[in-house]
């Protein structure tokens, strides 16, 4: 049987690289049909279709799946997901939102965060904060799974499947969109970048953290940052890397003033290479670097901005 | 409007989790436990709800072994009215699913007909971030998931929602379930005099069959393994140090 795709579309945009991957992780399990909703679709759609691996595009573009609101767009999945054995999308906010939803009309259990797929109905998922990794089978007649997408490589582009319109989204009118915050920046995106350079509390305030974005930008990298420099307003929240946060894993992280509790680790310790700057030498970070600097940050950072 | 506030009892989140040697799960034996730290922040908005003019009464509810009692205590000693216990299991390692506990939810807004459940938004144990939006689901009720922001006017809640891409603003119709997020407010401590209070505070007791759910997993653990370790690093001496090690490794 065929497998049920929902792509990440934002705005009418692809988020090419969280579905990419999200193919390479499901495509062992039979036809990858790809699902692009949104108020405005269709060039996603014809973005969706490039992917290899990718046997069919199916474009459902309608005013009410505009800010992807989970009850609409929950109700478009269950419609179509009748012949499918699988129902699947990358674990961001935007499917941790939905797919349980969608899971509960259909009266099966969600697989949240699969970091692994074994066989059909087995898979791997992280739990305690990736303190475990626990490995499940169901028994359930569609398996609804959200893709931890880190530790997939993006399948490449340049295929060209068909694209097919579909409809069937009802607005109950249960919610309604209000606004966006959202913050633009010419960084690359946090999920996706090759470096990821984060700041913790030891940054100290929000002007500060000017001294983790020139590193960053010193090595093309995105920002992230600790639960702690969040809560404290230093950084946006969509910078939060861990458990609760986003969950990176790119070939370089740099932690600066970060001590390294279990629930930042959880975002960030499949990472390639890890290189930690702190002043405590007893800071567990330390443990999981693999380069280590015991300096005040205010001084080794600039320093290091510029000598790389 | 009553507020339903779902709370489960967790491993604390400063213990460090062992897996058994078995792979048969993590051990739980012996270790201390606590209310999930998002539902406790449910708790603390569903009281200042209260404290606002807005809620009447706030029920806590937990649905897992018979300790989880003391859960309920505490969100009782915070300030919740009221509590109901559904003992769905006996053995601490067995983890009541998402879709069941959803299930036993539903059945409890049947009987007490609250105008909002707040849930957390994850159980920081299975880590499934589901049940809010399983709810939500079966009652064909509006969900406002992830949220750090709550203002309840009359019959809509407008709610500020955690997103990949930054904040999301929505509005939903009540009755809702709304998840919420770390940064939505600071959980009070109890009190002792409201620590002795709560002992004295209706906890009720009931059972799965009571509203007609069956807690049969449909996930079977197959087994539960150690992630890989990363081995210990290189400490530099110097930021100069540093930079030829960068380079030496080929990371820069
Ligand atoms: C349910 C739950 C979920 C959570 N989810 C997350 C999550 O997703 N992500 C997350 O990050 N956290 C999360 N946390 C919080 C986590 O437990 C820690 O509190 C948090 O990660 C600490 O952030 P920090 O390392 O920046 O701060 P701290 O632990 O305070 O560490 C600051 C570090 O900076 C160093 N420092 C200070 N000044 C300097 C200086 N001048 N130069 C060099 N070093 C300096 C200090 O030595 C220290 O090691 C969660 C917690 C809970 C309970
Ligand atoms: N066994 C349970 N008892 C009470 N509430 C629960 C239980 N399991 C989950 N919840 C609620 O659902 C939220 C999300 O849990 P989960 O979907 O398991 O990550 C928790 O923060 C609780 O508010």
């Known amino acids: 049987m065929a497998i049920l795709l929902i792509a990440e579309v934002t705005d009418g945009q692809l988020g090419l690289d969280a579905t990419a991957k999200a193919v390479s992780a499901v495509k062992s399990l039979g036809e990858v049909h790809v699902l692009c909703a949104g108020a405005r679709a269709q060039e996603a759609g014809q973005q969706a279709a490039t992917i290899q691996g990718v046997a069919k595009v199916l474009v459902a573009e309608d005013p009410a799946l505009g800010h992807r609101l989970a009850e609409p767009t929950a109700a478009l999945i269950v419609g179509l997901a009748s012949g499918y054995s699988h129902v699947a999308a990358p674990a961001t906010t935007d499917a941790k939102n939905v797919l349980p939803r969608v899971a509960a009309l259909l009266d099966v259990m969600v697989i949240s965060d699969v970091t692994g797929v074994i066989d059909a109905d087995t898979f791997e998922r992280p739990i305690y904060a990736g303190n475990a990794i626990q490995t499940v089978k169901s028994s359930d007649k569609v398996k609804v799974l959200t893709i931890r997408t880190a530790g997939f490589d993006a399948a490449p582009t340049g295929a060209s499947a068909l694209v097919e319109a579909v409809s069937g989204a009802q607005d109950a009118g249960l919610s309604q969109w209000v606004e966006d915050k959202v913050a633009k920046s010419g960084r690359p995106e946090l999920t996706s970048a090759p470096v990821v350079v984060s700041g913790g509390r030891g940054i100290g305030s929000k002007e500060n953290f000017a001294v983790v974005e ?80 015991v300096a005040d940050l205010f001084e080794a950072v600039p320093a290091l901005t510029e000598k790389l | 409007m009553k507020v339903l506030v779902p709370v489960k ?42 404290e606002a003019g807005k809620a009447d009464e706030v029920i806590a509810v937990s649905i897992g072994v018979k300790q989880a009692q003391e859960t309920l205590r505490t969100a009782l000693a915070m300030g919740a009215d009221r509590a109901i216990l559904v003992v769905a299991s006996e053995d601490v390692h067995q983890d009541i699913e998402p879709l069941a506990v959803a299930k036993i939810l539903a059945g409890v807004v049947k009987e007490e007909a609250p105008g909002l459940v707040l849930c957390g938004k994850q159980a920081i144990d299975n880590d499934m971030n589901a049940t809010g939006q399983m709810l939500a689901a079966l009652l064909g009720w509006s969900q406002a998931t992830f949220a750090s922001e709550l203002s309840v006017e009359g019959d809509t809640a407008t709610v500020t929602r955690e997103v990949d891409g930054g904040l999301q603003a929505i509005k939903v119709r009540m009755p809702a379930v709304v998840t919420v997020d770390l940064r939505m407010n600071e959980p009070r401590y109890a009190s002792l005099p409201n620590i002795m209070k709560a002992k004295k505070k209706p906890l009720e007791e009931k059972a799965p069959a009571d509203y007609g759910v069956d807690v049969t997993p449909r996930l079977a653990v197959v087994k539960t393994t150690e992630p890989a370790a990363r081995k210990a690093g290189v400490m530099a001496k110097s930021v100069e140090e540093l930079v030829d090690m960068l380079k030496g490794a080929g990371v820069v």
């Open chain 1, 214 to 293: 020139a590193l960053a930008d010193k090595l093309g990298a995105a920002v992230g940052a600790s639960r702690a420099a969040v809560d404290a307003g230093y950084a946006p929240n969509d910078w939060q890397v861990g458990q609760t946060g986003k969950v990176v894993a790119p070939n370089l992280y740099v932690a600066l003033g970060i001590s390294g509790a279990i629930q930042h680790l959880a975002g960030m310790k499949d990472s390639k290479f890890i290189v930690a700057i702190n002043k405590d030498a007893e800071a567990p970070i330390f443990q999981v670097a693999d380069f280590g600097l």
């Open chain 2, 9 to 50: 009892r967790v491993i604390d989140y400063n213990v460090k989790v062992r897996v058994r040697a078995d792979g048969t799960g993590v051990d739980l034996a012996n270790v201390k436990m606590s209310m999930n730290p998002f539902d406790e922040i449910a708790v603390e908005e569903a009281i200042r709800l209260k």
